[in-house]
């Protein structure tokens, strides 16, 4: 079972976090599972950038970037070569390291 490691973020994680998670499962959904509350405003359908990560380990190891992912992260704030969108990298059965980046596009974020 894949480990994902998050990396401190002030707000979602301020310690870090280590979660576990099985495979065909994406980031997003691992998170939220596992206490770290990344935005997600589309309700993860691949139509914002709120749940955009940076990968810094592991990147090889998610599933394929298609195309409609990548059009839309060229919208996200901070956008790196190994970026993603959480809820479309699909775990495998490699460790990943991700980065939540401090800011995202959404502006009226809902706080529950």
């Known amino acids: 079972m894949p480990i994902i490691t998050v990396l401190p973020h002030p707000e979602y994680c301020p310690q870090g976090k280590q ?4 495979r065909g499962t ?3 959904e691992a998170l939220l599972e596992n206490g770290v509350p ?3 405003a589309c309700d993860m359908q691949c139509a914002c950038t709120t749940c955009h990560v940076v ?18 992260l060229d919208r996200a704030w901070g956008l790196e070569p190994t970026s993603r969108l ?16 401090k800011y995202s596009i959404n502006h009226a974020k809902e706080h529950g």
């Open 19 to 22: 979660v576990s998670a099985g």
């Open 26 to 28: 994406s980031i997003c």
């Open 38 to 40: 990344i935005e997600h």
């Open 55 to 72: 990968v810094r380990k592991g990147y090889d190891s998610l599933g394929e970037l298609d195309e409609s992912e990548e059009d839309l």
């Open 86 to 101: 959480s809820c479309q990298a699909i775990l495998a059965d490699e460790d990943v390291t991700i980065e939540i980046p």
